[in-house]
């Protein structure tokens, strides 16, 4: 007999672009020291993704009341909300998948991937069918990337994993305990505006500014986010900064390329910056990864 049940902790459920897992102490030290005591607080995150921050945060701070989570991108949010509301049935779904899968020859695999993104992109299916396949194919396609065509329809070739893990049952249910106290929303995060108060912490992780002229732009969504769009998020942090709520901020920084690039240091000049060590995908580097400042912006004056 167990003395002590093992408790399975939450992480993210899919392999996402720009994902902080590696920030999240830089996170942590972005908060007011006693975030840990205080009450009743909101938590939002308006450009969830994957949900590093999300996952880790709710279960760091259980004093975390109420949380609120959005994303533009409609199939991501909608895996959210069937993890939240109808995980078994999903579980169910996705370890068909994988019996279906997995005993396939390299090429078979192949056509049974490609089939499925064809009805992922048909977009008649149910949410249900949407969540599993959204799930299904993050972990078969290349580099579990998520891109789109000017159309929408996600492109991403098949990725050749030979035992890719599809159905992870036991962190999809702790992934849909944690989710019980999320309210979930698809949309553009100037929507979360009216969170903001003295109880409430944000955590924007926007799309990155790419780091060099010729990065390739990730597309999440149909529509980027270029300097205008990052812009009217600082708006955004004046608004509910004047509404006395927290926020913290990661982007890429241009300075790794160029030193004299000063964007952010202009546009968030009110606001207390950090550069903090990260490692990331950049093509000036000759093997594509290299270390990298990543910004932290914050309101949150004695961290
Ligand atoms: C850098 S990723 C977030 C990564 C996330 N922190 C993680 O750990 O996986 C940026 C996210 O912003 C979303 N996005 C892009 N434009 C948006 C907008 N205008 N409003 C809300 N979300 C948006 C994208 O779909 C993408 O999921």
């Known amino acids: 007999m167990r003395l002590v049940e093992e ?20 996170v942590r030290k972005s908060l007011p020291s006693d975030f840990a005591t205080r009450k009743h607080l909101t938590y939002v995150e308006p450009f969830v993704g994957g949900g590093a921050v999300l996952f880790w945060i709710l279960q760091a701070y259980p004093n975390i009341e109420h949380a609120v989570i959005n994303d533009i991108n409609k199939e991501l949010i909608c895996t959210y909300r069937v993890i939240q509301e ?60 998520y891109r789109v065509n000017s159309k929408g329809a996600f492109n991403v070739p098949h990725g050749k994993y030979v035992n890719p893990r599809i159905c992870d049952a036991e962190n999809l249910r ?17 929507e979360t505006g009216c969170y903001a108060g003295p109880r409430t912490l944000y955590y924007f992780d926007p799309p990155y500014k ?43 920084d241009p300075k790794d390329v160029n030193p004299k690039a000063n964007f952010f240091d202009i546009i968030y000049n009110h606001f207390i910056i950090k550069r903090v060590s990260a490692t990331r995908m950049i093509n000036s580097d000759a093997n594509g990864r290299g270390a990298v400042s990543e910004l932290m912006i914050s309101n949150v004056v004695n961290a």
């Not at 408790?7 to 830089?26: C, M, N, S, Y």
């Not at 499925?116 to 299904?136: D, M, V």
């Not at 149909?222 to 927290?246: H, N, P, T, V």
Request: a negative charge.
């Open 7 to 26: 408790i399975t902790i939450a992480r993210p459920f899919i392999k996402w672009v720009g994902g902080k897992t590696q920030l999240l102490d830089e």
């Open 86 to 145: 109808d995980v078994e049935n999903l579980i169910e779904m996705l370890s068909n998948i994988q019996s279906e899968y997995i005993p396939l020859n390299a090429e078979s695999r192949k056509d049974y991937f490609m089939e499925k993104r064809t009805l992922f992109n048909s977009k008649t299916i149910s949410p249900e069918e949407t969540a599993a396949l959204f799930i299904f194919l993050n972990r078969t396609c290349f580099n579990g990337l």
């Open 174 to 190: 702790a992934c849909s305990s944690i989710l019980q106290k999320v309210e979930i929303l698809c949309g553009d995060f100037s």
């Open 210 to 252: 790419p780091i060099t002229e010729t990065s390739s732009f990730t597309s999440y969504a149909k529509d980027g986010f270029d300097d205008k769009e990052q812009i009217r998020l600082r708006d955004f942090c004046d608004q509910i900064s004047k509404r006395k709520a927290l926020f913290v901020a990661s982007n890429s």
